[in-house]
């Protein structure tokens, strides 16, 4: 049974700085990609970063591009997003995701974490 399991949200000034995590389990990690969405209240869940298998291709929303960059370490069966900058905008519930191909869209998402909370506040 996959298990994804986020840590590191919280309430942060406007401004500052999160670092969230996946923790994966149940699957090989390092054979599926991996990425994150958000859902403000209510909004729609929409997609956020995502990073493939080998480490070698990266995705942002254009919203966090440059702010938000996104890590995954193969060896720990984690994932990282890395929130710098962070805007009133960017508050919402953070999902970590897994699927077979890149997961960009909601679509290609085979499993979903609990999500996370993450408040900014100006």
């Known amino acids: 049974q996959v298990q994804l399991v986020e840590s590191g949200g919280g309430l942060v000034q406007a401004g500052g700085s999160l670092r969230l995590s996946c923790t994966a389990t149940g699957r090989t990690f390092s054979m599926y990609a991996m990425g994150w969405f958000r859902q403000a209240p209510g909004k729609e869940r929409e997609f956020v970063s995502a990073?493939?298998?080998?480490?070698?291709?990266?995705y942002y929303a254009d919203s966090v591009q440059g702010r938000f960059p996104i890590s995954r370490d193969n060896a720990k069966n984690t994932v990282s997003l890395q929130m710098n900058s962070l805007k009133p905008e960017d508050t919402a519930v953070y999902y970590c995701?897994?699927?077979?191909?890149?997961?960009?869209?909601?679509?290609?998402?085979?499993?979903w974490g609990k999500g996370i909370l993450v408040t900014v506040s100006s």
């Open positions: 995701a897994q699927g077979g191909r890149v997961v960009t869209t909601i679509q290609r998402v085979d499993y």
């Open positions: 990073i493939s298998w080998s480490y070698a291709n990266t």
